[in-house]
């Protein structure tokens, strides 16, 4: 289906939905008659608002795709290059991403014991495991180190 196709479909069904004089719902549940004829199935189908409106949205979704397919196929050859290469651009860097991921991951289980053993520490201070000695109870704020701003 081409995107005029599809606009005149559209067209069609907004008529549909917009004539008052066809009542849309049926009294009693009648099956589809002449399943294997489409100019019989069609007529039953537009009976429902809720079918109409899914027809519609479907139909909305295929021009839209249509357009945007269309829209890369018309573009010229020095922007088709350019996207290729905004592309190639993207693989690279997720390249650099995944190498800086790594190194990160490496780094940090090379500190990951050092961690783990303050971690030990402060648990067993907090459940009163370990006491801790009076140097290491003393707390003085000028003993913090300045930070370094490199």
Known sequence: MDVDSGAAVNNVV??????????????????????GEPSAVLPDLLESPKSLAALKKNLEALTLSNKSLSYLENLSVPVKRRLDA?????????????????????????????????????????????????????????????????
């Open 86 to 150: 905004m592309r190639n651009i993207c693989r690279e860097e997720i390249k650099i991403e995944e190498s800086f991921y790594k190194e990160l991951r490496a780094l940090e289980e090379k500190y990951l014991d050092d961690y783990n053993s303050l971690y030990d520490r402060r648990r067993s201070i907090v459940t009163g495991d370990l006491e801790p000695t009076d140097e290491q109870s003393k707390w003085e704020l000028s003993s913090w180190p300045e930070p370094k701003i490199e």
């Open 14 to 35: 907004d008529h549909l939905e917009e004539d008052d004089s066809a009542d849309c719902v049926s009294s009693e549940a009648s099956p589809i008659k002449g399943a």
